[in-house]
C-alpha cells in the first residue's frame, strides 16, 4: 500500500460515522478513496448508504460519438457566438484553438482558424442551428427592445 492509500485509511479513520457514511454515499470520491472509505464502513459495522458509487456509476452517460468540426472562423470571437449559440439551443460545443489564434494571428489561416465542434451525434441539429445563424435567423432586434419580432 502506497502513502497516499495510507493517508486516505488515516483520514477516513479520523471521521465521525455520520461524516464517513455521507462522503460513502457522495458522488465525489475516487474508485481508491470509495472502496478504502467503504472498508473502514464496513469494520466499523455500519450500513452502507444507498447508493453507493463503486465503479464511478455516473461515468455511465450514453456516449454521444467524438468531437466533430462544424465551423471555422479566423476571428474566435465569432468562433464563441457560435458556441453560445448552440449552446443555447441545447447543443452542447465547445471551441478549439481560439487561444493560439488570437495569440498569433499569422497562424491563424494555417492552422484552419479556430474550430467549433460538437458530439459526432448532434452535428446534423448544430448544422441546421448554424444556417439559422447564418441567415441572421438568430439576429436580436437593434432597437433594444428583445421582444420585439425581428422582421
Keep these: ?3 497516499d ?6 483520514h477516513f479513520q479520523e471521521m465521525s ?3 464517513l457514511i455521507r ?3 457522495s458522488d465525489t470520491l475516487t474508485e481508491i478513496a470509495q472502496s478504502i472509505a467503504i472498508k473502514e464502513l464496513t469494520s466499523r459495522g455500519l450500513q452502507l ?3 453507493v458509487n463503486t465503479a464511478h456509476e455516473s461515468a455511465k452517460e450514453e456516449y454521444e460519438g467524438d468531437f466533430e468540426t462544424v465551423a471555422r472562423f479566423l476571428n474566435p470571437t465569432d468562433a464563441h457566438l457560435l458556441r453560445a449559440c448552440l449552446d443555447a439551443a441545447g ?3 465547445v471551441v478549439a484553438d481560439a487561444n493560439l489564434v488570437q495569440t498569433n494571428s499569422l497562424w491563424a489561416i494555417a492552422i484552419g482558424g479556430a474550430r467549433v465542434l460538437v458530439r459526432a451525434s ?3 441539429e448544430a448544422k441546421e442551428i448554424i444556417e439559422a445563424f447564418g441567415r441572421d435567423d438568430l439576429a436580436l432586434p437593434d432597437d ?3 421582444h420585439r419580432e425581428v422582421e
Excluded: I, K, S
Design 23 to 25: 462522503r460513502c454515499g
Design 122 to 124: 448532434r452535428v446534423a
Design 91 to 93: 447543443v452542447p460545443a
Design 144 to 146: 433594444g427592445d428583445p
Design 1 to 3: 500500500m502506497d502513502t
Design 5 to 10: 492509500q495510507l493517508d486516505l485509511t488515516r
Design 49 to 51: 448508504p444507498e447508493p
Design 17 to 19: 460515522d455520520e461524516e
